[in-house]
């Protein structure tokens, strides 16, 4: 067919050309399934851990413990489930069997489950409980069944794979629909496993056939999410600090362990899942998992340790404002419900989250880019950052990957948190970014970031106040798809005050910034501004427990912080050391924690001989209650004790062991361990034996104390 009208033929021409420039921008690099669409849409859940741990004072039970302990008399699924809520969580995972193997369903594959408890008079099925509380409130139920069981006399035998995937097909059909199937990362090691009491190992890469048991996974429950150490849809952070890192990439190329051990550079590999990989091989987002309290479990002596709202916010803006998912540990008390004081905690965290994020400050603006693909605005334009949906989305031409966008907002706003989420559909494409504000005839530089992802909450240190803003592109892997960019404002408060002791037992209280007054008590009561004004540090040498709360007049209080101190080391000496100390043993005593006392050996090749113990002169008798090791905090895990044994004495000669036991999780969780006493006695000598570490060939600690 020949055009006999020349304008009309390049009309059309002009036409197709524009129609295949607003071709929709290709997908870049990995992508998300719908399954992890869904979870980076939760963007926080709890993970709620109660068992036979919880009566026995442990994190990690042995395996031996009689089902008969556990008995909740009060227990109220709805209670707990409704507290998460409450604080904005959109789904609860619940630990059904944890590494003791005690199973909190009916099972039919164990006798060590909930019917051996006198709880329900036998008949209770707790996962049941928790599935009825989740659908009343509208909550999300996720399921945890730890592969590693401690009471079975089959595991580490190939018949055991049988009994856990059994395990798993009778919680994933059950108990309706799950959003996470969540599988951790401690296999293998000492256990009762029926009675042999013996050491039991894995090689965990091969031992759980995953690739079947996943297939379990994905035909019982196939919108399910699957957390593990290295996925495969979701990968652990690599701390249980609840933070990713401040680059932290949705895409990652694992490694896994080597065949039957941890890689030599074990904790390096954990380092990489903070960060993730940019432009990975998989799309495996990173779920940030720390408790409310030190422990995963419920304990007592950890009562006054609670996190406080603030401290949970800024755990959110380290998780979920980093791309990653928030998942906050719950421990039920005895009765079987959270405690008053985490109840209120979670409370308050929520309505914080409500006032900040309720309004986008940039609702109204008029917003200019520099570039829009095809200039098609009504399809790619920047007026979809503003429309609440985290998949519409302003896009650049595919040769632009920088580039920068000016709002213009009604009137001036005063903001501290910053937001901005990619089209995480297309892949995972910014790099890096800046955002700046107009101060009359220029502009000023305000924050600046590397990677974005399913979210990217920028907080300022202090709050701006501005008519313009603009964001720049300075570097992508593909076109733009930005598909959220809000400016929001924080409540105003105080940071709450840090706590330090020095050797002789005085207490110093710093601020981060200037307040008008801090206050604080040691009769347990909450600080007023009636309480005690911190002018000078505060004897505590007899140890005891301090709270303390920042004021800014009468307007402004910080949330109170608590800490718990033991016996001042002022007399306290080094007697001995086995082996011969490395590096001094009374930095173990000087009340610093960035020093450190290690027996470890930097050659690779040696080997560590044990028991190793360091022997502790107090000075005078003193009436003791408990032990207290705190493993070293330098993200190091050379040295951190495993097994130990706790001896004291009155002369220094003979010696009676008062303690026994192991320190579980720590060089997930590296927080002060509490050993308590059978009963106090009065001493003037104790010798820390360690009898295993869990990495390298010495010891380590960066303090011991005791407490009265």
């Known amino acids: 067919m020949k055009f006999k009208n020349r304008a009309l033929l390049l009309l059309l021409l002009a036409a197709g050309s524009k129609l295949v420039a607003q071709a929709p921008p290709k997908p870049y690099g990995a992508l998300p399934n719908q399954a992890q669409l ?4 939760m963007e926080m859940y709890c993970i709620i851990h109660f068992g036979a741990d919880t009566y026995t004072d442990k ?24 507290a998460a809520k409450a604080g904005g969580f959109k789904g609860v995972v619940i630990v059904a069997k944890h590494h003791d193997g005690l199973c909190l369903w009916p099972t039919k594959t164990t006798p060590h489950n909930i019917t051996q408890s006198p709880w329900r008079s036998g008949k209770g099925d707790m996962i049941k409980e928790y599935q009825l509380a989740c659908q009343k409130l509208g909550m999300k139920l996720g399921l945890y069944c730890s592969p590693w069981d401690r009471n079975n006399a089959a595991y580490g035998k190939p018949e055991y794979l049988d009994i856990y995937q059994k395990q798993i097909k009778e919680l994933y059909t059950n108990y ?23 050491v039991r190992k894995i090689d965990r890469s091969v031992y759980y056939d995953w690739k079947n048991t996943w297939a379990i996974v994905r035909q019982l429950q196939p919108n399910a999410a699957i957390f593990g150490d290295i996925g495969p849809d979701v990968r652990w952070v690599g701390n249980e600090e609840g933070h990713a890192g401040e680059t932290c990439w949705e895409t990652y190329t694992p490694h896994a362990p080597d065949e039957g051990k941890e890689p030599a550079n074990g904790y390096s590999k954990y380092q990489e899942a903070t960060t993730g990989t940019l432009n990975g091989k998989y799309w495996m987002p990173a779920e940030c998992d720390v408790p409310l309290r030190p422990g995963w479990f419920y304990h ?27 998942d906050l540990g719950l421990a039920p008390n005895r009765d079987g419900l959270l405690s008053a004081q985490d109840v209120s905690s979670i409370k308050t965290f929520g309505t914080l989250l409500q006032q900040t994020f309720k309004t986008n400050l940039l609702k109204g603006a008029v917003l200019t880019a520099g570039n829009i693909r095809g200039n098609n605005k009504a399809k790619f334009g920047p007026a979809y950052l503003l429309d609440n949906n985290r998949y519409s989305y302003w896009a650049t031409d595919d040769n632009v990957k920088q580039t920068w966008l000016e709002a213009m907002l009604p009137a001036a706003k005063t903001f501290n948190v910053i937001r901005l989420r990619e089209n995480i559909k297309l892949g995972q494409r910014i790099t890096a970014f800046q955002i700046d504000v107009k101060n009359g005839a ?3 530089t305000i924050a600046h970031g590397t990677s974005i992802g399913a979210n990217r909450l920028i907080r300022l240190s202090q709050y701006v106040n501005t008519r313009q803003v603009r964001l720049t592109i300075t570097s992508a892997e593909a076109s733009i798809v930005l598909s959220d960019f809000g400016l929001f404002c924080e409540p105003p408060h105080l940071s709450a005050p840090m706590f330090s002791r020095d ?5 110093n209280i710093t601020t981060e910034t200037p307040v008008s007054s801090v206050h604080y008590t040691l009769d347990g009561s909450e600080p007023g501004l009636q309480s005690p004004v911190f002018k000078s540090p505060v004897p505590l040498l007899d140890g005891g427990t301090i709270k303390a709360r920042s004021f800014q007049g009468d307007r402004l209080k910080s949330d109170v912080i608590t800490r718990s101190f033991g016996i001042s080391k002022a007399a306290w000496k080094v007697l001995e050391t086995l082996p ?34 360091i022997v502790v002169d107090m000075g005078k008798d003193e ?15 050379a040295g951190m004790v495993q097994q130990y044994m706790l001896y004291v004495s009155t002369d220094a000669t003979t010696w009676t062991k008062v303690a026994a036991g192991e320190f579980s999780n720590i060089q997930s969780n590296p927080l002060e361990q509490l050993i308590k006493l059978t009963s106090p006695v009065k001493v003037r000598y104790f010798k820390f034996s360690v009898l295993s570490v869990f990495n390298g060939n010495g010891v380590s600690a960066a303090e011991i104390g005791v407490r009265r």
């Open 300 to 326: 007592a002596s950890q009562d006054d340790q609670v996190k406080t709202p603030y401290q949970l916010l800024n755990l959110y803006y380290n998780s979920v404002g980093r791309g990653s998912d928030l």
């Open 38 to 41: 869904n979870w980076h849409q």
């Open 623 to 637: 009436s003791i209650s408990a032990f207290t090791y705190l493993p070293r905090q330098d993200k190091n895990p």
């Open 442 to 444: 220029s502009w000023k």
């Open 59 to 82: 994190e990690w039970g042995f395996g031996d413990e009689d089902p008969a302990i556990v008995n909740p008399k009060k227990f109220d699924a709805l209670q707990i489930v409704a």
């Open 503 to 507: 050797k002789a037992g005085n207490v």
């Open 176 to 198: 309706g629909p799950i959003f996470i199937s969540w599988h951790d990362g401690a296999n293998g090691g000492d256990g009762y496993y029926g009675g042999a009491r013996e």
């Open 580 to 613: 011969q100390t490395r590096k001094g043993g009374a930095a173990a005593i000087d009340d610093d924690e960035t020093t450190l006392w290690t027996t470890t050996n930097s050659d690779p090749t040696a080997e560590g001989q044990f028991p190793q113990y």
